[in-house]
């Protein structure tokens, strides 16, 4: 089954741990992305990556972190959480297409810092 | 300048009537496409129609459509027949040129949409 997985689902964390969000695609995408989601902001893309060893900035990078070492793996690196970082974080991945390339989205990873 | 507006934070639509999502867009870019995602209360976010600028008609898929005026830069969302499932936040998207020239998604805030028995 085509998907996308994040790990893990859940995360309760506290302020300055650092912590790895997980993400991984099972259908040969080069394009990944990392979406923070909060309240009435709909979703703001963090990073993104067109493949491996490319990576950009997106609309709200500061104080995340990502790498791309294999086509598959995508994963979303706190350094030093705040309480700020609170959200629901969301991978996707894509086709290099036009305009009309649909995003594949994991099933979301819910992150408080305390 | 917001990209994406959706002007409706919450909505109450009554089971088996029809229902419009608005979403208005901002983009100067001649090619583009709208998107509209679904998010249940499980969290997970699906995909349920797509519009490109070029396209002649209006998008369809099943019980949705999509109302798509380009003079007045709307792509609303059209559900018909509303079901208690339909029940959910309601995301509309945009990305201006194509993802391999790194054009990200940009979405509004979203409508929640609650369906009445």
């Known amino acids: 089954e085509a998907q996308v997985t994040q790990n893990p689902r859940y995360l309760i964390t506290v302020t300055g741990k650092k912590l790895t969000v997980t993400c991984s695609q099972n259908?040969?995408?080069?394009?990944m992305s990392w979406y923070r989601q909060d309240p009435g902001l709909g979703l703001r893309q963090i990073y993104y990556?067109?493949?491996?060893?490319?990576?950009d900035k997106g609309d709200v990078p500061e104080g995340y972190k990502v790498s791309r070492k294999e086509k598959r793996n995508f994963p979303l690196i706190l350094e030093s959480p705040s309480p700020n970082q609170t959200s629901l974080y969301f991978c996707?991945?894509?086709?290099?297409?036009?305009?009309?390339?649909?995003?594949?989205f994991g099933q979301g990873t819910r992150l408080t810092v305390v | 300048a917001q990209k994406i507006t959706q002007t409706q934070p919450g909505m109450f639509v009554q089971e088996k009537e029809a229902v419009t999502l608005d979403c208005t867009y901002d983009?100067?870019?001649?090619?583009?496409?709208l998107f509209w995602y679904k998010q249940p209360s499980s969290g997970e976010m699906i995909f349920l129609i797509y519009?490109?600028?070029?396209?002649?008609q209006n998008a369809t898929e099943g019980r949705y459509s999509l109302n798509f005026q380009k003079a007045r830069k709307s792509a609303n969302l059209v559900i018909s027949a509303s079901q208690l499932g339909d029940s959910a936040m309601y995301f509309c998207?945009?990305?201006?040129?194509?993802?391999?020239?790194?054009?990200?998604?940009?979405f509004g805030g979203g409508t929640r949409l609650m369906v009445k028995p």
């Open positions: 996707a991945s894509s086709t290099m297409a036009g305009e009309n390339a649909e995003a594949f």
């Open positions: 259908m040969n995408h080069e394009y």
């Open positions: 990556s067109m493949n491996v060893e490319v990576t």
């Open positions: 983009t100067s870019d001649p090619s583009y496409g």
């Open positions: 519009q490109g600028s070029y396209d002649q």
């Open positions: 998207a945009m990305r201006e040129g194509p993802i391999y020239a790194g054009n990200m998604l940009t």
